[in-house]
């Protein structure tokens, strides 16, 4: 889909190379807060490993 996203959430997307990423900015639209949700976003991304690992499952099962 590529990058759909306002100034500073595409600023930041681009700089870390993510290549599918949709936003939407509720609340503030000042540019520091969106930075700010944006990092603490990025953060609590889990991969598929902690995800499948929470579940007690293998990556295998998690994706059927």
Do not use: P
Not at 41 to 49: G, P, R, S, T, V
Request: without cysteine; proline residues 0%; aromatic residues 4%.
């Amino acid at each position: 889909t590529g990058i759909k996203a306002g100034g500073a959430v595409r600023a930041i997307m681009d700089a870390v190379g993510a290549s599918d990423v949709i936003s939407k900015s509720l609340g503030s639209s000042a540019s520091v807060n969106v930075v700010r949700a944006t990092f603490n976003a990025i953060q609590n991304l889990m991969d598929a490993k902690a995800v499948a690992a929470g579940r007690g499952k293998t990556l295998d099962e998690l994706w059927g």
